[in-house]
């Protein structure tokens, strides 16, 4: 018999859980923001917590970031994935996730995100791991990083950030293995749309969902995936360093998700017409699109990605070379937005040596042709003509010069 519940009582526990009508279901999956999970027994608890199929607590796995975490093996032709709270938080749970221990090495191409260049040099290597830095689409310089003993991982993009070079996963990967190294590919510029870096040969495929898989600016969000022997690694590391994503990040991202071949397709196909209306413009020394034939990497693109797509990104130098000039242009634009970000549905702008590797020495900028008068852009969704002529506006000033 149900003993009578006062108000106070009722107020917490009315209403009961909703364990679906009796015919109906959603078609969207729910956002399940619960941070801990009800069992129908203890025993039944035990079994979870001892490793049995189920939710315990949120920190340990929660059934809407499991729906994004299948979509996202799917997409990468991956056994498993797992969802991190930011992009940051699944490249150091993959880098952990390696094993790696003091004494040991990871080598890392130069030309990557700042941050990623941060996290091992202020967290790595404090923490005794030895941490080298060198051009790997040069095979001499990748062979000579690589030799000596203790190398446990290599770490580069897909494509690189902000010069966007394009890496060889193939010729990483076997490189990366014969040394007894595994590879970590962030693959955030490409998207499973362009490249399914696993399938190549890369041990840990590593999203900032921030970017492209979300696409809306609205989200924090990373992913990992990889075998499903390197679970237990990659799961421990979440559970205790705590890098969850939530329930609502989640799902924003799976809604993203579902229009990323749409939006990667258009993005690229506006890259692509953006790069060639903005060659040969007085006021531009170089464009930087690995789909223009001039790209060093052009014929890799081609090889390694999806036929006909070159992603959504673009960079290019303004023949002016001070910092003022290129912040004028870009204080000039009405359409696309200066903003810190990559992969959403406006075009972004990026000024790399004043945000993202701002926290390099000025000559390790100018050594890896981050000038000052270097640009990125993320193509958005618009339309290109609408892009163009905002560069065309913006430029102006300076062309007459
Ligand atoms: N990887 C790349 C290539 C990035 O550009 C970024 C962020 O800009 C990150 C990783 C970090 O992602 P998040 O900002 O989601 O932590």
């Not at 700042?114 to 990748?142: I, M, N, Q, S, W």
């Amino acid at each position: 018999m149900e003993l009578p519940r006062r108000l106070a009582t009722r107020a917490v526990h009315a209403g009961g859980l909703d364990h679906g009508q009796p015919a109906g279901e959603p078609t969207q999956p729910p956002i399940v923001s619960s941070a801990t999970f009800r069992h129908g027994s203890m025993a039944e608890q035990e079994a979870v917590a001892a490793g049995a199929p189920g939710y315990l607590y949120a920190r340990w796995s929660n059934p809407t970031v499991a729906v994004l975490e299948r979509a996202m093996a799917d997409l990468e032709g991956a056994e498993q994935a797992l969802a991190f709270g930011s992009g940051m938080a699944a490249l150091h749970a993959a880098v952990v996730a390696s094993g790696i221990k003091p004494g040991e090495c990871v080598v890392c191409a130069e030309d990557v995100y700042g941050g990623t260049v941060a996290l091992l040099r202020h967290v790595l290597e404090p923490l005794g791991v030895d941490v080298r830095f060198a051009d790997l689409t040069r095979p001499e310089d990748l062979d000579a990083a690589l030799s000596g003993p203790g190398v446990r991982l290599v770490m580069a993009e897909t494509m690189s950030n902000p010069r966007l070079r394009v890496a060889d996963i193939a010729q990483l990967a076997a490189k990366a293995h014969a040394a007894g190294a595994k590879l970590l590919v962030d693959a955030t510029f490409t998207t499973p749309v362009l490249l399914r870096p696993l399938q190549w040969g890369a041990d840990y495929c590593v999203h900032s969902a921030t970017k492209y898989l979300s696409g809306h600016g609205d989200v924090l969000g990373g992913v990992v995936a990889a075998s499903v022997s390197e679970r237990p690694a990659l799961e421990r590391v979440r559970r205790l360093a705590g890098g969850v994503l939530g329930a609502f990040e989640a799902w924003l991202i799976l809604r993203g998700l579902r229009t990323l071949v749409l939006r990667v397709e258009r993005q690229s196909a506006n890259a692509a017409q953006v790069a060639d209306g903005l060659r040969g413009h007085p006021a531009i020394s170089r464009v930087l699109y690995p789909g223009l034939p001039d790209h060093p990497d052009h014929a890799l693109a081609r090889r390694q990605f999806t036929p006909g797509l070159f992603g959504g990104m673009v960079a290019f130098e303004l023949k002016a070379a001070s910092r003022a000039a290129t912040f004028a242009v870009l204080d000039r634009l009405r359409l696309c937005v200066p903003a810190t970000s990559l992969g959403d549905v406006e075009t972004l702008v990026m000024h790399p040596a004043s945000s993202s590797h701002r926290d390099l020495a000025p000559n390790e900028r100018q050594r890896l042709g981050i000038g000052d008068n270097l640009v990125r852009l993320s193509l958005g969704i618009e339309d290109a003509r609408d892009i163009l002529a905002d560069w065309q506006q913006a430029l102006a000033g300076i062309a007459v010069q």
